[in-house]
């Protein structure tokens, strides 16, 4: 339940990176000595990870934001079901399996649904390494001998691909170039992770990534990175109610995209070394957005900035140019006052004076975030079902809110 219109005002200290800590827990699997990872989010996607991981022998031993993994016991092959459909990272298990392994048995990943979402990158990449894979009755198996440097580039640079191949290769035969890679901060985190953990790895940031396969893996401590997706939903919840906050643990560089259309929209941004802070005062300016792999806009905060445009000066255009199914909230800000047309993958968004309070429904977690955004902004009391898909992603996100003074409460 949230009653729009309050200012919100104050500090957040923003979490571990969901989309980080994720790839990096999968790939404690490589290792069979034990591992600990620090300001890891308490969230419901990390602790399904967690799961995936327990149901194949490993240890796991949580502690507030730290965790200490322990993959010596590994006894599965087959990742359950049930896990595999919850989440789309739970296929990143595949590749640190094989590189283990040398077998994985899985079904087809689930997730929020904002597009088909297919593999086929990954399973490219995978048959280059030396994998055969088999596929009956939705169960695909993976298995190999052993796991051979390969030269692969990928269609698209896809997040989930390159984590997947960097984890096949880091204890393959030989050298591995995987191109056309993702650029993502998140790569770079799970290239510094394996790293300590004693892989050979450069080219995280760069289009192309080189894994030098070692034999095997070290003990090792890694902090994950600030996540930058959740610094950026606050910054934009802090536009909509014009308000003033300080962000606190993130790296600016990693929001250069987003700060770059939050000034485009008139908000008044500064940068330290790990602290943004925001002021807006004026009218919202309207933008054209187009999603991009990084260092381009990113997809994640695509909808966020939809319901801040709902209620700007003029016409915004957005494009979503990564997955084919992400406006589903946009039915919802309809219901909310907004006056937005779809046109193929763009979202025509002509700015109204206000939103009105509704009960609307989430459909994905960005799209959730966006919905609160939207609620933030509203007049009235809004209620929106469907926050488990939030939980999925932000830490204390209800409780952050409230203490930077928004009026929002769990029925
Ligand atoms: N794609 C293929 N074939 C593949 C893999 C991807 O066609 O084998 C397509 C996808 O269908 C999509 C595009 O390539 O159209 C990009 O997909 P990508 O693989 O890059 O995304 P992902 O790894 O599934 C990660 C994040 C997403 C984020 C995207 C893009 C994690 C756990 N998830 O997904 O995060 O939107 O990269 O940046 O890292 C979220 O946090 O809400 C979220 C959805």
Do not use: W
Not at 359 to 384: C, F
Request: hydrophobic share 40%; aromatic share 4%.
């Amino acid at each position: 339940m949230i009653d729009g219109g309050n200012r919100l005002e104050g500090e957040v200290v923003i979490s571990g990176a969901k989309n980080s800590a994720l790839p990096i827990i999968a790939s404690t699997i490589l290792n069979s000595n034990q591992v600990e990872i620090t300001n890891c989010p308490d969230i419901h996607d990390v602790s399904i990870m967690f799961d995936i991981l327990e149901t194949l022998g490993c240890k796991v031993h949580k502690d507030k934001s730290s965790v200490r993994i322990d993959a010596s016991n590994l006894n599965g092959f087959e990742i359950p079901e049930n896990l595999m459909h919850e989440m789309r990272s739970s296929v990143i298990i595949v590749g640190a399996m094989l590189g283990r392994m040398k077998k994985c048995v899985f079904t087809y990943p689930g997730g929020c649904e904002i597009g088909a979402r297919p593999i086929n990158i990954h399973l490219e990449g995978f048959k280059q390494l030396g994998v055969s894979i088999v596929e009956t009755q939705g169960k695909i198996t993976c298995e190999c001998e052993k796991l051979f440097g390969a030269d692969i580039t990928l269609d698209f640079p896809s997040v989930g691909a390159t984590e997947n191949l960097m984890l096949a290769s880091c204890l393959a035969d030989g050298i591995t170039y995987i191109r056309n890679v993702a650029r993502e901060p998140e790569i770079k985190d799970l290239q510094d992770f394996l790293n300590e953990m004693g892989a050979k790895i450069v080219g995280a940031g760069s289009n192309t990534i080189v894994v030098n396969g070692v034999k095997e893996l070290h003990e090792a401590s890694h902090t994950v990175i600030p996540d930058r997706i959740e610094a950026g939903t606050y910054l934009c919840m802090a536009v909509a109610t014009r308000g003033n906050v300080l962000l606190k643990n993130v790296i600016p560089e990693h929001l250069a995209s987003t700060i770059h259309k939050l000034r485009q929209i008139g908000a008044k941004v500064e940068t330290k070394k790990d602290m943004i802070s925001i002021r807006m005062i004026n009218e919202i300016l309207p933008v054209n957005i187009k999603t991009m792999p990084y260092p381009g806009f990113p997809t994640d905060m695509q909808s966020q900035f939809a319901s801040l445009l709902t209620v700007s000066s003029g016409t915004s255009i957005i494009v979503e140019t990564i997955f084919e199914n992400r406006f589903k909230y946009v039915n919802e800000l309809i219901r909310m006052g907004a006056n937005i047309t779809i046109e193929g993958r763009s979202a025509i968004i002509q700015g109204v004076e206000k939103l009105n309070g509704a009960n609307v429904e989430m459909r994905d977690l960005r799209g959730g975030a966006g919905l609160v955004i939207a609620g933030l902004m509203a007049s009235g009391t809004s209620e929106i079902s469907g926050i488990s898909f939030l939980e999925r992603g932000y830490e204390n996100f209800i409780k952050k809110l409230q203490l930077i003074g928004a009026k929002i409460n769990k029925k």
